[in-house]
Structure formats: structure tokens, C-alpha cells
């Protein structure tokens, strides 16, 4: 079985692993039934969630329970604390520096016109990736549970940038794609990001950038660290809107309540990402 191959098996198999632990986590589920669930042995789940998530099925089962996420809303100091760390978490993800650049009026006007996006479909910890870039930087990101769906993706670039030029170029997205999710030495690598969005939904989206791996946030609290208490509707809209999955990390933020629901590329996916940061962030077990 290709690299390739293997890591999608056994992304399926985590997630299979993921979805399972979330939909029975008030019963504290054993190894031994995840494993049976998933169709493997206890020894090769443990393995293969270890290696994947940084920490083992027991403990991950931690990182997404319910309570666990109240309490860190509950107990969270207020955002702007919690923000003052700026990208200088211990994450994987805080090893890149990530700059964002919005299109001027002009070019928003032009709908891309004199813009090439190049655009390839990659392997990723959490399933298939579509990544778009141009010059200036990554302008799409999308994850997909199966690569056929980049069809679907560039459909939607298309009609985003409909003047612009693409080009199917895997082997330039593939660069890109080695410095999304693979660590890097801090201050080694920068990754550009160009977003197309009103004034308001940039900010939204510079704010997700500030918060921390490890950290969950509620739309609420979201909306307060931009001075607008009473907008937690349009800042949820735009969070919604973010077209640049994990660099711009829209899971990190959950409803009050603490449920994970409603990401747009997959509840079982953000539980994923949530557990495989905190992981990553607080160490093994």
C-alpha cells in the first residue's frame, strides 16, 4: 500500500475511532470497544490513533468531552488574555507564521481578472485537501472526504474569481501543502494567505488567528474580543465564510453550550482537529 494510501486508511480508521468516542462518550467507552467498532485490534487502534493524534483513545475521549469544553469556556480568562500569546503557542500550527493579505476594491471589483490561481488536490492528516494559490498567497483551502469532490471545490473558486485564470498544478500546491501541516522551526517558513471578504469578515478571520492551539472559544466570546457584544450573528456568518480551513482555524470556535456542531467541512472532522491540537499542545499519554 502507497504512503499515500496508508495515511487515508488510517485517517478513515481514526475517524471512524473519533465518531464512535463522540457518540458514546457519556458511557466512557474501553479500547476494546472502539476497537471492535472500527474493525480492528486494541493493540493497532492504539498504535495508529497514537501516531495520528499524538495521544492515545483514552485520551482523547478527554479532550472532547462535553464538560471539558464548558469548563474551558467557563474558566477561560478574558479573550484579549487568552489572545496576548499571539502565535507563540506551542502547537504545530504557531511554528508558522501566517499573514494575511485581503484583495483591495479594485480587484474585488475585477473578480480576478489578470489573477492565475493554481490549484492541486493533496493527502492531509484529516482526509483529502483542494488547495488554491496565487502569487500572493493561499486564497482556498478545503478539506473532502473523497477527491472527487474537487470538482465541486473549483466550481466554487470559479464563481468567487470568475475573470481569473486556473491552472491544475499539483506539483506547485504540493510545495505549499509541505508547509501547511508539516512542523516547521519557529520563524522558518511564512505562510501568505490571500482573502477575499468585506472589512468586517477579514477581522473576524484575523481574530481566529490569534487564538491559540489548544483553545476553544464561543462565538460570544469572539464577538467581545472585536468590541461588538451584540454582532455574535454576523460573526458567526463569518466565521462560516472562512474559505481557508485550519490556517485560519474556524473549529477553535464552539458554541456556548460546548457542542461542536455545525462546521463546514464536518462535525467528526472538527472533533479531529480539536483533539489532534490539543494533543499536540499538551503532550502524550
Not at 265 to 278: H, N, S
Amino acid at each position: 500500500m502507497s504512503k499515500v494510501s496508508t495515511q487515508h486508511a488510517n485517517y478513515r480508521r481514526v475517524a471512524a475511532a473519533i465518531r464512535y468516542l463522540v457518540a458514546t462518550r457519556e458511557s466512557q467507552p474501553r479500547l476494546r470497544d472502539v476497537a471492535s467498532h472500527v474493525g480492528i485490534s486494541e493493540f493497532h487502534l492504539q498504535r495508529v490513533f497514537s501516531e495520528w493524534a499524538g495521544v492515545s483513545p483514552k485520551k482523547f475521549l478527554q479532550f472532547l468531552n462535553k464538560e471539558h469544553a464548558k469548563a474551558q469556556l467557563r474558566n477561560a480568562p478574558v479573550l484579549e488574555a487568552a489572545l496576548s500569546s499571539g502565535l507563540s503557542g506551542g502547537g504545530r500550527l504557531h511554528d508558522l507564521m501566517i499573514r494575511c493579505e485581503g484583495v483591495t476594491p479594485g480587484e474585488y471589483r475585477a473578480m480576478g481578472a489578470g489573477l492565475e490561481i493554481r490549484w492541486g488536490v493533496h493527502s492531509s492528516p484529516f482526509g483529502y485537501c483542494f488547495l488554491a494559490m496565487t502569487s500572493r498567497g493561499i486564497c482556498q483551502l478545503a478539506f473532502m472526504d473523497d477527491a472527487e469532490q474537487a470538482r465541486d471545490q473549483l466550481a466554487g473558486l470559479a464563481a468567487r474569481w470568475p475573470n481569473a485564470g486556473f491552472v491544475h498544478d499539483a506539483h506547485a500546491t504540493a510545495e505549499r501543502m509541505a508547509q501547511v501541516f508539516a512542523p516547521a522551526a519557529a520563524g522558518s517558513s511564512r505562510l501568505d494567505l490571500l482573502l477575499k471578504g468585506s472589512a468586517f469578515q477579514l477581522q473576524v478571520w484575523e481574530a481566529l488567528l490569534r487564538i491559540p492551539a489548544g483553545q476553544l472559544v464561543s462565538y460570544q466570546q469572539l464577538a467581545d474580543s472585536l468590541g461588538r457584544p451584540t454582532a455574535v450573528r454576523a460573526v458567526a456568518s463569518a466565521v462560516a465564510r472562512n474559505e481557508v480551513a485550519y490556517l485560519i482555524p474556524c473549529h477553535r470556535v464552539i458554541r456556548s453550550s460546548g457542542a461542536l456542531s455545525g462546521y463546514r467541512w464536518g462535525d467528526e472532522r472538527k472533533a479531529a482537529l480539536i483533539g489532534y491540537e490539543q494533543g499536540h499542545s499538551q503532550g502524550t499519554a
